[in-house]
């Protein structure tokens, strides 16, 4: 069971360029979401999904897109990266209970020049 | 919308003593779930404890234990015999209850805790 994977670990950009960052879950759970990290402002919601073809904005999801075709994957796609977008982001799933815990990944750290 | 408010950027214990992290949240709803959070230096996002708003008891994890004052919006977290392995980052985070947003965490931006030898 090897949790919530993320790829790739790190990555560096360039201004406009775009890219794909990946998160796969092997729990089966039906939430999964996506945050980024910046010092000093905690973890923020970018993008939700609340099961296989459903998708939903968070609180900063200006510049990305998601897509959720299976209940495993759940990608994020940078469009044209800025240097804004440089940060670490964190995919996390969990169960489709309001209890259910949020299993984070190992996270991705980004840096956009 | 909900709002979490930790008011101390960094705290420093040294080792075996005890430490509270304090934690403020906003919200207009009566059931809803209260989380901390572990980052240590790998980056992973580890669940330290977990609050039930309907459930009066503090919940606690071994060293780890919860003040919850529901009345004052008020999460604050205790470790007792801090040890150097608790030096990381801790976030403390609120979710719903229930509702279609349910799933969403909201964080406070993180106390940096220093474990001193």
């Known amino acids: 069971n090897a949790g919530v994977t993320q790829t790739p670990k790190f990555q560096v950009l360039k201004t406009g360029q775009s890219m794909t960052l990946q998160c796969a879950q092997d729990?089966?759970?039906?939430?999964m979401s996506w945050y980024r990290q910046d010092p000093g402002m905690g973890l923020r919601l970018i993008h939700y999904?609340?099961?296989?073809?459903?998708?939903d904005q968070g609180e900063v999801p200006n510049g990305y897109n998601v897509s959720r075709s299976t209940t495993e994957d759940f990608p994020l796609r940078l469009l044209s990266a800025a240097p804004s977008q440089t940060s670490v982001y964190f995919c996390?799933?969990?169960?489709?209970?309001?209890?259910?815990?949020?299993?984070f990944g190992p996270g991705t750290r980004l840096t956009v020049l | 919308a909900q709002t979490v408010t930790q008011s101390q950027p960094e705290m420093s214990v040294q080792e075996a003593e005890t430490v509270t992290l304090s934690c403020t949240y906003d919200?207009?709803?009566?059931?809803?779930?209260l989380f901390w959070y572990k980052q240590p230096p790998s980056r992973q996002m580890i669940l330290v404890i977990r609050?039930?708003?309907?459930?009066?008891q503090n919940a606690t994890e071994n060293r780890f234990s919860v003040n919850f004052q529901k009345a004052a919006k008020s999460f604050s977290l205790k470790i007792s015999d801090s040890q150097l392995g608790d030096a990381a980052m801790y976030f403390c985070?609120?979710?719903?209850?229930?509702?279609?947003?349910?799933?969403?965490?909201?964080f406070g931006k993180g106390t940096l805790l220093t474990v001193n030898p």
């Open positions: 996390a799933s969990s169960r489709g209970t309001s209890g259910g815990e949020q299993f």
């Open positions: 729990m089966n759970h039906e939430y």
């Open positions: 999904s609340v099961g296989a073809g459903i998708t």
């Open positions: 919200t207009s709803e009566s059931d809803y779930y």
């Open positions: 609050q039930e708003a309907y459930k009066q």
């Open positions: 985070a609120y979710r719903r209850y229930s509702g279609g947003s349910n799933y969403k965490l909201t």
